[in-house]
């Protein structure tokens, strides 16, 4: 893996991480109001429509195709499609249910499971600086759960979710919108009858009388795509594990968030868990920069 494309790969991944940390939480806690299952079914939909057009202006067809037709990527993108809308959804449910310190806990122990995946079976290496790394965040993330008041299920979903998905998608070289396109056509079935029956049931918030309402749940959509697509793309250029390092950016910037903007306490505790994570960022990043 050469220089540029490392490079490259890491301005990807810290894109997309910094827009899940800020605008993503913003957005998402602002239009909360709609609840979680409309949100995300929106989410969903919009993600499909976006990807369709982009497909169909950029003339991909002849990708989707090949994609399509080849058996392992396609039996890939049926488990990771579940897995995203999964992860979405576990999201969505923190956000509306004021659980966003728990879920993102789930997000500062998700790049220790991307390193430990792509170690056992990816074969990425860990030299002593790595492993150093990996040991200090454990431990501050440890640290860092024993001092909730309750157990963050919230967190363990989203950081078992996110770590699985990126895992499976790091195992087929497939091209990163065709991809994401394909999982939402894979799910699109399940949204349009849930949809359905949301609307059946006057439980929708999105409707052509409310226009405002209506844009922001179609915002939804490339507030998705966008940042999804930065740091997958980010992760195939880099790896499991710098990608992983990278993503505490997310979880960074919404304890941030919570604190400064939504006002929410910032512990002794959690200050201590966030001077003792990046420094094994700190770590892991010098080392990845001395040694490529």
């Known amino acids: 893996m050469n220089n540029k494309k490392i490079k490259n790969g890491i301005y990807y991944a810290t894109v997309g991480s910094l827009w899940w940390g800020v605008l993503g939480t913003l957005f998402f806690q602002y239009i909360s109001y709609a609840g979680a299952i409309e949100v995300v079914i929106h989410r969903s939909l919009w993600t499909f429509v976006i990807l369709l057009i982009t497909t169909l202006y ?9 994609i399509l037709f080849n058996k392992k990527n396609l039996i890939y993108l049926f488990f990771t499609s579940f897995l995203i809308f999964a992860n979405w959804a576990t999201w969505i449910f923190a956000v509306s249910t ?25 074969n990425e290496s860990l030299n002593k600086k790595r492993i150093i790394s990996v040991i200090i965040v454990i431990i501050s993330s440890i640290y860092l759960l024993l001092n909730f008041s309750s157990f963050p299920w919230v967190g363990i979903l989203v950081a078992l979710f996110w770590s699985i998905y990126n895992l499976l998608r790091k195992k087929i070289n497939v091209e990163t919108d065709i991809g994401l396109f394909i999982e939402s056509l894979i799910i699109l079935p399940f949204i349009i009858s849930v949809l359905f029956f949301i609307y059946k049931t006057n439980n ?57 903007y939504f006002n929410e306490p910032f512990s002794y505790e959690k200050f201590i868990s966030f001077i003792f994570i990046w420094i094994a960022v700190f770590i892991y990043m010098k080392d990845l920069y001395e040694n490529n």
Not at 107 to 116: G, V
Not at 239 to 245: E, K, N, Q, V
């Open 204 to 260: 929708n918030d999105f409707s052509l009388l409310d226009p405002t309402s209506m844009f922001l749940l179609f915002l939804a959509g490339p507030m998705t795509v966008i940042p999804l697509f930065f740091y997958i793309r980010g992760l195939e250029n880099t790896g499991l594990a710098t990608s992983g390092m990278i993503f505490f950016i997310t979880p960074t910037s919404q304890f941030l968030l919570g604190y400064f």
């Open 58 to 66: 950029l003339n991909k067809w002849k990708i989707f195709k090949k």
């Open 98 to 122: 004021q659980r966003i310190i728990d879920a993102s806990y789930g997000y500062f122990i998700f790049p220790i499971l991307n390193i430990f995946f792509g170690y056992l079976f990816l």
